[in-house]
C-alpha cells in the first residue's frame, strides 16, 4: 500500500480570511496529490517502499532527487495541515511555551524569529520550528522540499511547526506580500497539535 493524500480536518474554506478557499483547494488536490502520487511511483518496487515517510526522509540519499523532492512535498504538506486550525487552535503554553521562552526569550521573539527566517527564505521553500532530543527548539529555513529530517539540513532535529513560503500557498490572495501571509499563517496556528508533537518529539 502506498502513501496517501491525507484528508485536512477541515473544509478548503475553513481558514478564511487568512488563507482563501481556492488556495487551500489547488494546494491540496493539485500540490500534495501530486507529491504523493509521484512519491509512490518513486519508490514502488524499491527497498524504500513499504517504509515509513519519516524512516525514508531520515535515511535519505540526497542524490535520490525524486524521493528527495516528492518525499520531502509528502511530508511537508502533510505537517502544514495539521498544525492549522480554522477553530480552537488553543495557545501557546506548557513544556513548549517554557522551551520558546528559553531560546528566545518570549512568544513575540519567538514569533519575530520565525517570521523572519520565512520572508527571508530566497525563493520557494519552508520555515521551521524544529526540537532537538531533550527539548531544546530552533528555528530554521530549508529551500524547496527539503526538511530538516534529511540528512545535513537545516537544524536536524523533528520539526513540529512549519509553513510553506512556496509562491503557490500565497500568491492568489498576497501577490508578493509574502509577510502578510505569514502573518496570517499565526492566526490560524494550531498550538494543540504543535504542543503534542513537541512532546513526541523531545
Request: hydrophobic fraction near 35%; aromatic fraction near 12%.
Amino acid at each position: 500500500m502506498g502513501f496517501e493524500l491525507p484528508e485536512l480536518g477541515y473544509a478548503y474554506d475553513a481558514l478564511e480570511p487568512h488563507i482563501d478557499a481556492r488556495t487551500m483547494e489547488i494546494h491540496h488536490s493539485k500540490h500534495h496529490a501530486g507529491y504523493t502520487s509521484k512519491l509512490n511511483a518513486a519508490i514502488e518496487g524499491t527497498d524504500l517502499e513499504g517504509k515509513s515517510i519519516e524512516d525514508i526522509l531520515t535515511n535519505l540519499d540526497m542524490s535520490n532527487g525524486a524521493v528527495r523532492n516528492n518525499g520531502g512535498g509528502f511530508y511537508n504538506h502533510s505537517l502544514f495541515w495539521s498544525v492549522m486550525n480554522p477553530n480552537d487552535g488553543g495557545y501557546l503554553s506548557g513544556d513548549l511555551k517554557d522551551a520558546i521562552e528559553e531560546a528566545f526569550g518570549s512568544k513575540d521573539g519567538f514569533l519575530d524569529a520565525f517570521s523572519k527566517a520565512a520572508a527571508t527564505q530566497f525563493g520557494s521553500g519552508w520555515a521551521w520550528l524544529c526540537v532537538q532530543k531533550g527539548g531544546k527548539v530552533e528555528i530554521c529555513s530549508t529551500a524547496n522540499q527539503d526538511n530538516p529530517l534529511m540528512p545535513g539540513i537545516g537544524c536536524g532535529g523533528t520539526p513540529i511547526l512549519g509553513i510553506d513560503v512556496w509562491e503557490h500557498a500565497y500568491y492568489l490572495n498576497y501577490q508578493n506580500r509574502r509577510p502578510d501571509y505569514i502573518k496570517a499563517f499565526f492566526s490560524v496556528i494550531n498550538w494543540n497539535e504543535v504542543e503534542r508533537r513537541y512532546a513526541e518529539a523531545k
